[in-house]
């Protein structure tokens, strides 16, 4: 149980143009998904929160504009990077929560989506 | 603010324990978690802690909490090579939502 799924699992796309990223919670209801970045040999960083049927929050020093979080259920949740450039190259990663499926507030990670930006 | 602090690099024969540690800041932390990340992949929750907990164990995974010196330790026994990834220390904060501080990560090495 408490399955992520993450689409694409790699994307290079041209400087400019955008992408979308879905996460997927495959076997339970997230009313909550987390947004992070990772950098090589870096740790994650918390881009945004997203509550299904609210706006996302952004984690300070995230383009809102940039990166568009879209919660539209229980189950979905996705990520669009606009007008996409190098630097935006990263591995992007989706968590959900778990209503306490054993304890506490458990998030429950995707695989990651390797984005390069050429 | 919050911080987790974990050593960089952790190298050990297989076979023998493997200890990785982790300081944190917020003493309000209601949950402290080791993930695994194997390369190129997602997070793996290994395993949790509650706060007023001092330990768990779990199979060949020990959890040691210090409250007090906001210290947290992983022990693997027995480690193998399949053992070999990056293991990341985090805290819960920020009440309902339950967010989460990562450490930069532990990378274990392990030798055959």
């Known amino acids: 149980g408490a399955v992520v799924s993450q689409h694409p699992s790699w994307v290079i796309c041209k400087s400019g143009t955008s992408v979308k990223i879905e996460c997927r919670s495959l076997d339970f209801q997230a009313t909550t998904m987390f947004w992070y970045r990772q950098f090589p040999k870096q740790s994650l960083m918390l881009m945004a929160t997203?509550?299904?049927?609210?706006?996302?929050?952004?984690e300070q020093g995230v383009e809102k504009d940039k990166f568009l979080i879209n919660h539209a259920s229980l189950t979905l949740s996705t990520l669009t990077v606009t007008s996409a450039h190098p630097e935006d190259s990263s591995f992007y990663i989706c968590?959900?929560?778990?209503?306490?499926?054993?304890?506490?507030?458990?998030?429950?990670f995707g695989p990651g989506t390797r984005l390069t930006v050429t | 603010g919050e911080d987790v602090e974990q050593s960089l690099f952790l190298s050990v024969r297989e076979g023998d324990s493997s200890v990785i540690n982790c300081t944190y800041t917020?003493?309000?932390?209601?949950?402290l978690y080791w993930y695994k990340q194997e390369p190129g992949a997602g997070l793996q929750l290994l395993t949790y802690i509650f706060s007023n907990m001092d330990m768990k164990q779990d199979q060949r995974l020990t959890v040691l909490l210090n409250k007090k010196d906001k210290h947290l330790s992983l022990r693997i026994a027995d480690t193998q090579t399949g053992d070999s990834a990056i293991y990341f220390c985090a805290e819960s904060y920020g009440g309902s939502q339950g967010n989460l501080i990562f450490g930069k990560g532990t990378k274990l090495s392990v030798k055959p």
């Open positions: 917020d003493s309000s932390s209601t949950y």
């Open positions: 968590s959900a929560r778990a209503p306490r499926i054993q304890a506490g507030y458990e998030q429950y």
């Open positions: 997203s509550n299904e049927g609210s706006k996302a929050t952004y």
